[in-house]
């Protein structure tokens, strides 16, 4: 036995499907009691519903509504904001469902529930929200038009493909509002004091475990794509901060005077520049990534870029939307290689009273190198010095590991003879200290290394996870020198990626899994492609659609009509003119109609063709005196004379079917 409901009952059980489709997506970022509460709502309201209970008075909702008001207050400690007020209006939207008893309410309900659709793009415009928030348009129409049918209701099919319909009729208008309304620096969807939180980057600090723990995150950091195609693997080194200062466990930048620009540092660069582009994603820091060697200088719309003599780039202002820079890259350089020596001793300091087993390495090394020495070393002893600690890690039993073991108050000295075991800041940061103590001028370079080719787009995505550190030292008359101690031990990350590097998890039998997604021609690694690069075209084109892409885009297309605008403007409006006269002609007909015009149709192919003052009767009566077949003119008069009553009398609704019916054997009598 099959259960039918009610009109009023599906009806309000499609408005409470839209209310929990608009109201989903906030659950992730609501705390979980808002969730709870809204959740309990719904189904209490379904279950009146279900049920033909009554709803409840006000003395139970005032209580309810004020007690969630208070826990708004308790979780966010204030009723303005962002999140405070979403969090209201999601309990608002819930408990009005509870009164809703007349036609004005529903309204109320379907009204703010469109407003709240709306407040899902302050917390995310990606393209799968995108695509959530127009089923859900469609859903919350369909619910809208289902309320105002005063006979009777289509099936849901037909009312939901008639509401994607409306829908689609604004979407002209609003490709042309998004095209060419003037656009405002900054985020569209954002507000003031939360609109830039929870953004992550590399910090301008380093110390153990810092980016072995920001390298577990597969977020993307910024995306680059070469148009003469991208250099290897190897060379993919994106210079973010040079650290300088240790303190005995963290590396942070060197303290610098104001107006100390890299302008003043000696650069020289061999062979032509890689050109590229980066669209880097909001990290609410200063620091920008760029390929090693970029420069002399770089534009960032609507910042102040400053530059340093590291090779840094930084802006006056953290970076709290998707930004997009142009630059020129040199693989092949040298920097300060003319400078003296003593101007380096900066670079040699190290803190007092740590690491003592490791000075003693290094002061031991040094003097195999430069026996009797006491002065800086040559551009061949530094290099060998350098030699010496890398080839020290590839022979000491060093492990790389996502997750070293804690190090005590003389940190290096316990990775270096105890542990064994780190990340690409361990090495980093024991190499530089080496070195140092062997009187040669090093530091810390922290950005990102590699990326994954998208052979879809052409872009390279480089993720948190391929955060990396690797050093410099300075040579007399060779400048400073890129080394990553990470390659003598995990050749693999240098060359590939993070994944090759670390051993691969095999329980719960994903291995097979985790091998097709490691493989760039297997299935899943081109379905994940395809979706990445559509994705990064949501971005370009519809999120990064900034006031300088807008007027870019408005010039090139001005120009673009600029010489044949006039032909172009009148094929446009013949063609527009053509497709309304097809549109009028192909409108559908009523079934009662159709039938009319097609009895029209066949008599004027037999010479009878209707004027165009003349009514169903009197066609009937000029039919009658012009045909000769008395057959045809009873089939005639009877298809006539129903037509008119169907049409223009007080047919019922129950003989409709059947009456349209008898018309369709009467026209085929007379054909």
Not at 187 to 206: E, K, N, R, Y
Request: hydrophobic letters at 45%; a positive charge.
């Amino acid at each position: 036995m099959s259960l039918r409901l009610t009109r009023d009952k599906s009806d309000t059980l499609l408005l409470l499907t839209a209310a929990l489709m608009v109201l989903a997506p906030h659950f992730e970022h609501l705390p979980l009691w808002i969730g709870i509460v809204v959740c309990a709502t719904l189904l209490w309201r379904a279950a009146i519903t279900w049920r033909g209970r009554r709803m409840p008075p006000l003395w139970v909702l005032l209580p309810v509504s004020l007690a969630a008001m208070a826990g708004v207050y308790r979780s966010f400690h204030t009723l303005l904001g962002r999140d405070a007020g979403v969090a209201m209006l999601a309990l608002l939207l819930a408990f009005k469902l509870l009164e809703m008893r007349a036609k004005r309410d529903l309204f109320v309900v379907i009204f703010l529930s469109f407003f709240v659709l709306l407040t899902n793009f302050l917390y995310s415009q990606t393209m799968p929200t995108a695509l959530w928030m127009g089923a859900t348009l469609i859903v919350l129409l369909t619910a809208q038009q289902s309320f105002q049918y005063t006979g009777a209701v289509p099936p849901l099919a037909q009312r939901l493909r008639k509401a994607a319909g409306t829908a689609l009729l604004a979407a002209p208008l609003a490709l042309l509002m998004f095209v060419g309304f003037p656009r405002i620096q900054g985020p569209l969807w954002g507000l003031p004091g939360d609109a830039h939180s929870g953004h992550t980057g590399i910090s301008d600090s380093m110390a153990p475990g810092t980016l072995s723990s920001l390298a577990q995150s597969d977020a993307v950091a910024f995306r680059a794509r070469f148009p003469g195609g991208a250099p290897a693997q190897g060379r993919l080194y994106w210079r973010s901060i040079v650290l300088g200062d240790y303190d005995g466990r963290t590396w942070t930048r060197v303290p610098r005077k104001r107006g100390l620009q890299r302008l003043e540092v000696n650069i020289a660069t061999r062979g032509r520049p890689l050109h590229h582009e980066i669209t880097m994603e909001p990290t609410n820091t200063r620091w920008l990534a760029a390929l090693e060697l970029s420069g002399p200088a770089l534009s960032l719309p609507g910042h102040r870029v400053r530059d340093s003599d590291e090779l840094e780039f930084f802006t006056s202002d953290p970076v709290t939307e998707r930004v997009r820079y142009e630059a020129d890259a040199w693989t092949d350089f040298s920097v300060q290689a003319a400078e003296q020596p003593q101007r380096m001793a900066r670079w040699t300091e190290l803190p007092a009273g740590y690491n003592p087993r490791t000075l003693a390495l290094a002061r031991s090394w040094r003097q195999s190198l430069a026996p009797g020495a006491d002065g800086p070393l040559t551009a061949r002893q530094s290099a060998g010095a350098a030699l010496r600690a890398l080839q020290h890690f590839h022979d000491g039993g060093y492990a790389y590991t996502l997750q070293p073991p804690l190090l005590g108050r003389d940190a290096v000295d316990d990775f270096l003879f105890g542990s064994k075991a780190g990340f690409c800041e361990h090495y980093a940061g024991a190499f530089v200290v080496l070195l140092r103590a062997m009187g040669v001028p090093a530091r810390v370079v922290t950005g990102y290394q590699g990326g994954e080719l998208n052979p879809v787009d052409g872009y390279l995505t480089i993720r948190q996870s391929d955060a990396h550190a690797w050093a410099e030292y300075w040579a007399a008359g060779a400048g400073w020198r890129r080394v990553d101690p990470t390659a003598a031990v995990a050749p693999e990350r240098i060359a590939h990626n993070l994944a090759r590097a670390l051993p691969q998890a095999t329980g719960f039998g994903l291995a097979p899994l985790l091998n097709l997604q490691n493989d760039p021609n297997s299935w899943l690694s081109q379905i994940r492609f395809r979706y990445a690069a559509l994705n990064n075209a949501w971005n370009q084109w519809v999120l990064d659609y900034n006031p300088d892409r807008q007027r870019g885009f408005l010039e090139e297309l001005s120009s673009a009509f600029a010489n044949w605008r006039g032909a172009l403007g009148a094929a446009l409006v013949c063609a527009l003119l053509a497709v309304l006269r097809w549109l009028r002609r192909r409108r559908p007909l009523a079934p009662l109609d159709g039938l009319y015009e097609r009895f029209c149709r066949q008599q004027a192919r037999h010479g009878y063709a209707r004027r165009p003052d003349e009514g169903p009767l009197g066609y009937a009566a000029r039919l009658r005196t012009m045909h000769a077949s008395p057959d045809k003119h009873a089939a005639m008069e009877k298809f006539l004379t129903l037509y008119g009553a169907l049409k223009y009398g007080a047919a019922g609704s129950e003989s409709r079917s059947a009456s349209l019916t008898t018309l369709k054997t009467l026209l085929t009598l007379c054909r």
